[in-house]
T-cell receptor, first 111, second 112 residues
Framework: DSGVTQTPKHLITATGQRVTLRCSPRSGDLSVYWYQQSLDQGLQFLIQ???????AKGNILERFSAQQFPDLHSELNLSSLELGDSALYFCASSVLGYEQFFGPGTRLTVL | DAKTTQPTSMDCAEGRAANLPCNHSTISGNEYVYWYRQIHSQGPQYIIHGLKNNETNEMASLIITEDRKSSTLILPHATLRDTAVYYCIVMVGGTSYGKLTFGQGTILTVHP
């Protein structure tokens, strides 16, 4: 158990819909990272927040957005969903970017 | 971040040492070598990291060559539960910027 929690574990939705994935980092970790893992793209970094502020952005689509709240939990919002958005979404947290602790992931299926 | 090159797959007998190589010839002086693994769709798991000295923890040892252009992750007594994809990542550490760039990794299969 890494100490990072993600909800929900599984999500099935239809194209065009909007979903929110939630992540609670380890106690004391200020950084939260979001990664997407699809069969054809592998593990890809999406976005990082540090103490409430966006710190780094990767290959995140404009239809996707994220935020980190004052209690440090984070949410990843995916809108206008397409079939290709089906993937595992992982959240990770860290103190200073040495080791990142990953959550169990949310499996998103878009039908 | 520097790029890394790893073999696509490796096999290892249970109980033997697994030695996973990684090339990172363009590594910069302030970049660390990190190793993570992912066991079948679980969240990636941090294993170890190092700058230039060899490192050891309860999971593995990391050997970094003197010129820092390559490294080897050693699992001293591999078990079936070590079957996973192992990722070697080079990244500046110790800052609030820490995105991990995952390559294809090495699929390690541990056989009975």
């Amino acid at each position: 158990d890494s100490g990072v929690t993600q909800t929900p574990k599984h999500l099935i939705t239809a194209t065009g819909q909007r979903v929110t994935l939630r992540c609670s980092p380890r106690s004391g970790d200020l950084s939260v990272y979001w990664y997407q893992q699809s069969l054809d793209q592998g593990l890809q970094f999406l976005i990082q927040y540090y103490n409430g502020e966006e710190r780094a952005k990767g290959n995140i689509l404009e239809r996707f957005s994220a935020q980190q709240f004052p209690d440090l939990h984070s949410e990843l919002n995916l809108s206008s969903l397409e079939l290709g958005d089906s993937a595992l979404y992982f959240c990770a947290s860290s103190v200073l970017g040495y080791e990142q602790f990953f959550g169990p992931g949310t499996r998103l299926t878009v039908l | 971040d520097a790029k890394t090159t790893q073999p696509t797959s490796m096999d290892c007998a249970e109980g033997r040492a697994a030695n996973l190589p990684c090339n990172h010839s363009t590594i910069s002086g302030n970049e660390y070598v990190y190793w993570y693994r992912q066991i079948h769709s679980q969240g990636p798991q941090y294993i170890i990291h190092g700058l230039k000295n060899n490192e050891t923890n309860e999971m593995a040892s990391l050997i970094i060559t003197e010129d820092r252009k390559s490294s080897t992750l050693i699992l001293p007594h591999a078990t079936l539960r070590d079957t996973a994809v192992y990722y070697c990542i080079v990244m500046v550490g110790g800052t609030s910027y820490g995105k991990l760039t995952f390559g294809q990794g090495t699929i390690l299969t541990v056989h009975p």
